[in-house]
């Protein structure tokens, strides 16, 4: 079992809890006939089957984890208190059931004592005062709260990861951006770089023409005065 995954089993395995601390507070109050009272008592019975399972898997998932290595070990340590505190509330629960007078009395601050918040050894080792907001309130009601929490967190992520996929989306378009500006630079670098060949190969042209022009031109000069120098010795005197 993956990290991750641990962590979503557990929750499993903590909201099967807190089903089970409903059904017991239900059969506290004595609601039932007796033959809705066994079939809870059943019910009960077998989702603390199920939740010692969990646990137990969970326990074994953690150890393998912890071997690998693929937790740090604060976070080990933590999500060992999380299962033992889980394993204290269903033995409490087995013996609220079995009517063990030395467990402690179970009641309705079970649900809001989630692991982590209880205190063993004091007035309840199920956890916090309940919810000033959650005083009165049935537990179909508070079932019904929780419910549009969860309803709530599951909008407000599915919004986050809409703006994330925007955002990659956009950083895509970003990047292909780029990737097309850069290929033009590169093809500017490369008209720049011809561009500058050809105006070294004509500059070079033009002093070798240069150079020429004046060549000739000395040379138009002294046969000018060869000429001149002849005319005159053969002028008659």
Same mark, same amino acid.
């Given at each position: 079992?993956?990290?991750?995954?641990?962590?979503?089993?557990?929750?499993?395995?903590?909201?099967?809890?807190?089903?089970?601390?409903?059904?017991?507070?239900?059969?506290?109050?004595?609601?039932?006939?007796?033959?809705?009272?066994?079939?809870?008592?059943v019910s009960i019975r077998l989702s603390l089957q199920s939740l010692n399972r969990e646990l137990a898997h969970l326990s074994?998932?953690?150890?393998?984890?912890? /071997?690998?290595?693929? %937790?740090?070990? $604060?976070?080990?340590?933590?999500?060992? #208190?999380?299962? +033992? =505190?889980?394993? *204290?509330?269903?033995?409490?629960?087995?013996?609220?059931?079995?009517?063990?007078?030395?467990?402690?009395?179970?009641?309705?601050?079970?649900?809001?004592?989630?692991?982590?918040?209880?205190?063993?050894?004091?007035?309840?080792?199920?956890?916090?005062?309940?919810?000033?907001?959650?005083?009165?309130?049935?537990?179909?009601?508070?079932?019904?709260?929780?419910?549009?929490?969860?309803?709530?967190?599951?909008?407000?992520?599915? /919004?986050?990861?809409? %703006?994330?996929? $925007?955002?990659?989306?956009?950083?895509? #378009?970003?990047? +292909? =951006?780029?990737? *097309?500006?850069?290929?033009?630079?590169?093809?500017?670098?490369h008209l720049v770089d011809k561009t500058n060949s050809k105006i070294h190969q004509e500059t070079r042209l033009v002093g070798?023409?240069?150079?020429?022009?004046?060549?000739?031109?000395?040379?138009?000069?002294?046969?000018?005065?060869?000429?001149?120098?002849?005319?005159?010795?053969?002028?008659?005197?």
């Amino acid at each position: 079992m993956e990290a991750e995954s641990w962590l979503l089993q557990f929750e499993v395995a903590r909201r099967l809890a807190q089903d089970i601390a409903e059904k017991l507070h239900e059969k506290q109050r004595g609601e039932s006939d007796s033959s809705g009272a066994a079939k809870l008592t059943v019910s009960i019975r077998l989702s603390l089957q199920s939740l010692n399972r969990e646990l137990a898997h969970l326990s074994d998932s953690l150890i393998q984890t912890s /071997a690998f290595k693929s %937790i740090t070990q $604060r976070e080990a340590e933590r999500r060992q #208190n999380l299962l +033992d =505190e889980l394993r *204290t509330r269903s033995r409490q629960m087995e013996g609220t059931l079995e009517g063990n007078p030395g467990q402690m009395e179970f009641g309705r601050a079970g649900l809001f004592g989630g692991p982590g918040s209880g205190r063993v050894g004091t007035e309840s080792t199920w956890g916090s005062e309940e919810p000033e907001e959650m005083r009165g309130l049935s537990f179909s009601q508070i079932r019904q709260q929780q419910q549009q929490i969860i309803h709530e967190q599951d909008e407000g992520l599915d /919004a986050l990861s809409a %703006i994330i996929a $925007r955002q990659k989306h956009m950083g895509e #378009n970003i990047g +292909d =951006e780029i990737d *097309t500006q850069n290929e033009i630079i590169d093809d500017l670098t490369h008209l720049v770089d011809k561009t500058n060949s050809k105006i070294h190969q004509e500059t070079r042209l033009v002093g070798t023409v240069d150079r020429k022009a004046g060549t000739c031109g000395m040379l138009v000069v002294i046969v000018l005065l060869l000429i001149a120098i002849v005319v005159v010795a053969a002028w008659p005197k």
